[in-house]
Every structure is written in C-alpha cells, then in structure tokens.
C-alpha cells in the first residue's frame, strides 16, 4: 500500500501536476494551516462511528464523505499503526483541508476527488480490495454551509450577496440559478414536491416562472421573495425556504441517486464482516437509506405473496442497530448541527450461492 511514507490528493484542480499530489508526512505549509483552520465541522456522532465501524491496526475504511476529514481523523487514530484510509469527496475545498488534517497520518491517508457514483472504480484504480468498513455522512458540510458564496444557505443577512450555486462539485455545469432558469414548471413542482415535500409546490412553481419571464433569480434574496410572496410551506414544522433549499440542492448535485448507487457500491465493496455507517440529517436521505439497508437484509424481491422464492438473491447484510442511533442532548448542546442526525449501522454477511 503506497509505497513512500506520503499522503495522497488525486484530483485537485490547483494543486501542483494538475491530478496528483504529494507532501511530506508530518509537513504542513502555512497557507494550508489557514486551509483547514477555514474549514471547520464537528464529526457527528463520532463515537458511535467508531463503534459502528470497529477499526482497527491494519483495517481498510473507506470515508466516502471525507469533508474536513474529521471522522477520518478518529478512523486513522484508531486503525494506527497501519490502517488505510481511502477518503472520497466531490468538494475540491474539502479535499484540501481534509489534506492538511490528516497529513500527519502521511500514505496511510488516500484522498480521492470523486463522487459516490466513482466508487467502484475508484477502488479498482487503488488496487484496493474488499474493505472492512465504509461510512457514509451524507448532506453538505458545514463549511459549505458556512461560505455564502457556495450558495447553500439562506439566511437573510447577506442573501442579496448570496449566489444561487450549492454545487457541491463546482466542476459541475449547473448551478441552482440555471435550474430555476431553465426548468420547466412540472419539474420544478416535482422537486418541491419530492425533495422538500413542501405544501404549495406547484404555486411556488407557478410564481418562479412567472417571475423569471421578466427577471431571472440570481441570488437568495431573490428567491426568498419569491417563496414569501407565493406563500407556500404552510402547516410543516419547517420554514418554507428550508425546504425549498433542501429540493433544489439535492436537484443541483442529484444527491438521491448518488446516495443509492453509493450504498449499493460501498454493500459491494465490503469483506464479510465489514461494516456500513450511514448518517442521514433529513427524512428523505434516512428513508432511502434503510430502505436500501432493510433490501440487502432481505435479499429476496419476489412479490410478498409468492408461495416460494424463485429470484434466489441471498440477503447481503444484517442489520447491527435495529433503530437509528441519535446523538445525545449534550452533542446537540454542543453542536446544533447534529439534531437532526440518524446513524444506522449494519454488517455484511457472508452470500452463499
Ligand atoms: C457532512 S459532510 C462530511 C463531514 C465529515 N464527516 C467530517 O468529519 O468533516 C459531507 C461531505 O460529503 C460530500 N459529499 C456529499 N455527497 C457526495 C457525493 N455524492 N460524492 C462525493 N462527496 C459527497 C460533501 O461535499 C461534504 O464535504
């Protein structure tokens, strides 16, 4: 495994010979130090992380949400002397303040640019074989949330400076500005709708395209007038605009079926007796994750009547946490970002055929 005692960022735009970086263990320059002192998010629910994932000296764990490398760190930790971690982010920020953190942890730290989708293949280019554990800590990072200009956030302080990014990936084509520029009124209703669940979806549609045929939504503050004057969200224990937020950033980075396809590959992945982390912070990311964990545990997709199986699918997992795990009121005292966290853990099995 990486032969040179030095950390790896494949992939980063802006860092020396375009897809390939390397530093000296241990050595951190100082405009890196303001990198990572820039980037700052609390791991949620660490400890139970640590206790889903179990790692240990020589165990290989794959971080696919690496952000500021903060469970990365306690995985390293944990897994010292010889554990490997392979880090996945889509960020190009996140990969190179997770670079800083986990620099003194030298080649035992892979960090790959890349998606969920990429996983598989992400593997196979590190010659990584099947791996004892893979955490999933979906939604945006606080960093993301922090920076104004990503996009994410909707305060009303600053919203008139505010653009309508929330690209994770800022490679990506589309910005949330072009949706709502370019979307017809079906699917912008049908976001609202699926990914916000938001009373009204169809009015606020409605109002965006009517607005855009004389002015287009560039920033926050435009869009918080619009989503006031349509009026919409009313009886959900949310404000409007943070369920408007949360469609079109999972419109913007396809965030639903990316967290299929990433669990499906990371099942794959595993050894028998790995394990799976997911930590989901809405409703939507926690339903599909336990709906694709429960798929794996049963195995079986004959139709609930058929008197036996006929598709013969084995079940691949076994659920370790029956209910989600939520972090402790002194966690969401110290770290408000956690409320709404679920952590649901299971294990692979062995499939025999
Ligand atoms: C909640 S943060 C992770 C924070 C991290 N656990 C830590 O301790 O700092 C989620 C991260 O996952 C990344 N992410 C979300 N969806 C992704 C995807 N489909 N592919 C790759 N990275 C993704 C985001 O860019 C973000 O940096």
């Given at each position: 495994m990486g032969g040179t005692n030095r950390s790896r960022l494949i992939?980063?735009?802006?860092?020396?010979?375009t897809s390939f970086y390397s530093r000296p263990s241990g050595s951190v320059p100082r405009r890196a130090e303001s990198v990572a002192a820039a980037f700052s998010h609390e791991p949620v629910l660490c400890d139970e992380v640590l206790s889903g994932l179990d790692?240990?000296?020589g165990s290989v764990i794959v971080?696919?949400?690496?952000?500021?490398g903060g469970h990365a760190a306690a995985i390293l930790e944990r897994s010292a002397p010889d554990g490997l971690l392979l880090g996945l982010d889509r960020d190009d920020a996140a990969l190179a303040a997770a670079a800083v953190r986990l620099a003194p942890f030298g080649a035992r730290a892979r960090l790959v640019r890349a998606r969920f989708f990429e996983l598989a293949s992400v593997l196979e280019a590190e010659g990584i074989?099947?791996?004892d554990g893979v955490l999933f800590d979906l939604g945006v990072s606080s960093h993301q949330l922090d920076h104004?200009?990503?996009?994410?956030r909707f305060a009303d302080q600053g919203a008139s400076e505010t653009p309508l990014d929330m690209r994770?990936?800022?490679?990506?084509?589309?910005?949330a500005a072009d949706l709502l520029a370019h979307a017809s009124e079906s699917e912008l209703e049908r976001w609202f709708r699926e990914?916000?669940?938001?009373?009204g979806s169809a009015r606020l549609a409605r109002a965006i395209v009517e607005r855009r045929r004389t002015?287009?939504?560039?920033?926050s503050a435009d869009l918080l007038t619009v989503i006031r004057a349509a009026r919409?969200?009313?009886?959900?224990?949310?404000?409007p605009a943070t369920l408007v937020f949360q469609a079109l950033r999972i419109a913007v980075n396809d965030e639903l079926a990316e967290i299929e396809a990433g669990l499906e590959a990371a099942i794959e992945a595993l050894r028998p007796g790995g394990r799976l982390v997911v930590i989901a912070y809405h409703s939507l990311e926690d339903r599909l994750a336990k709906r694709t964990l429960r798929a794996a545990e049963r195995g079986c997709v004959c139709?609930?009547?058929?008197?036996?199986?006929?598709?013969?699918r084995p079940p691949r997992l076994r659920a370790i946490e029956r209910r989600p795990v939520v972090p402790s009121e002194a966690e969401i005292r110290r770290n408000?970002?956690?409320?709404s966290a679920r952590l649901r853990v299971a294990e692979k099995i062995e499939v025999r055929s």
């Open positions: 992939g980063v735009p802006g860092h020396p010979k790692p240990r000296p971080d696919a949400t690496l952000g500021g074989g099947p791996v104004a200009a990503r996009g994410f994770m990936d800022r490679r990506d084509a589309h910005t990914y916000g669940e938001l009373p002015a287009a939504l560039r920033t919409v969200g009313g009886g959900r224990k949310h404000h139709p609930p009547r058929a008197p036996v199986c006929t598709c013969g408000p970002r956690s409320r």
